[in-house]
C-alpha cells in the first residue's frame, strides 16, 4: 500500500537557519503531494502541494518539488523565524478515485530566538 | 465563519465508560472525517463520511462508531472506551472527497482524550 516516510525529528534550528525536512514515498503510479502545518494547539493546515512530477509547491516561503526519480517531497525554507516551530506532516493521495490522504509520522521543527 | 468545531476539546474516561465526540462544520462539505493522532504513528483515519446519511470505514475503525444524520455534523462515539484510544482525535472536511487533489482538508483543534 501507498507509504510516506518522514525524517525523525525534532529538528533544531536558530532562526534564519536554512531548513530542509526530508519525505519520501512509496505509492504506485502518480500519487499528489502534500505538506501539512500542525501549530501547537491547532489542527493541520495545508501548506503546499504538488500534483504532478517536477511541480513545485510553495507558500510562506516554503518549497517542495516532487521528484519522481527519488519518489521525494522534500520541504526547504532558505530561513526560518520562530513563529516556523511546528510539526511538519507530508502526505499523498495515491491514484484510485477512492484514495484518502495518507500521511507521513510528523517532524517537529523547533526554531530558536 | 468558524470552519471545524470540535467539542469536546479535553476528555478524561475510565476505561469502560462511553462518549460521543461532535464535530461541526459550516463550509457545506460533503466529505468528514475522523483522525487519531498518536505520538510516532502520525494521523490515521478511522472513519469516514461522502455525505449526509452515509458512513465508512478507515485505517483503524475498530472500537469506534460513527453516525453523520446531518450534513454538518459528524459524531464519533466510543462504546467501552479502553486505555489503547488515548489520543487526540481530530475532525476533518472537505469539499471534494476521495481520490481529490484539489480540495484540501480543513482540521479541527483536536479533542484530547485520556481513558484511565
Known amino acids: 500500500g501507498d507509504s510516506v516516510t518522514q525524517m525523525e525529528g525534532p529538528v533544531t534550528l536558530s532562526e534564519e537557519a536554512f531548513l530542509t525536512i526530508n519525505c519520501t514515498y512509496t505509492?504506485?503510479?502518480?500519487?499528489?503531494l502534500f505538506w501539512y502545518v500542525q501549530y501547537p494547539g491547532e489542527g493541520l493546515q495545508l501548506l503546499l502541494k504538488a500534483t504532478k512530477a517536477d511541480d513545485k509547491g510553495s507558500n510562506k516561503g516554503f518549497e517542495a518539488t516532487y521528484r519522481k526519480e527519488t519518489t521525494s517531497f522534500h520541504l526547504e525554507k532558505g530561513s526560518v523565524q520562530v513563529s516556523d516551530s511546528a510539526v511538519y506532516f507530508c502526505?499523498?493521495?495515491?491514484?484510485?478515485?477512492?484514495?484518502?490522504?495518507?500521511f507521513g509520522k510528523g517532524t517537529m521543527l523547533l526554531v530558536s530566538p | 465563519n468558524a470552519g471545524v468545531t470540535q467539542t469536546p476539546k479535553f476528555r478524561v474516561l475510565k476505561t469502560g465508560q462511553s462518549m460521543t465526540l461532535l464535530c461541526a462544520q459550516d463550509m457545506n462539505h460533503e466529505y468528514m472525517y475522523w483522525y487519531r493522532q498518536d505520538p510516532g504513528m502520525g494521523l490515521r483515519l478511522i472513519h469516514y463520511?461522502?455525505?449526509?446519511?452515509?458512513?465508512a470505514k478507515g485505517e483503524v475503525p475498530d472500537g469506534y462508531n460513527v453516525s453523520r444524520l446531518k450534513k454538518q455534523n459528524f459524531l464519533l462515539g466510543l462504546e467501552s472506551a479502553a486505555p489503547s484510544q488515548t489520543s487526540v482525535y481530530f475532525c476533518?472536511?472537505?469539499?471534494?472527497?476521495?481520490?481529490?487533489?484539489?480540495?484540501?482538508?480543513?482540521f479541527g483543534n483536536g479533542t484530547r482524550l485520556t481513558v484511565t
Open positions: 502526505a499523498l493521495i495515491g491514484n484510485s478515485g477512492y484514495s484518502t490522504l495518507t
Open positions: 476533518a472536511s472537505s469539499y471534494e472527497g476521495l481520490g481529490s487533489r484539489n480540495s484540501p482538508l480543513h
Open positions: 505509492a504506485t503510479g502518480y500519487p499528489s
Open positions: 463520511s461522502v455525505g449526509e446519511g452515509t458512513t
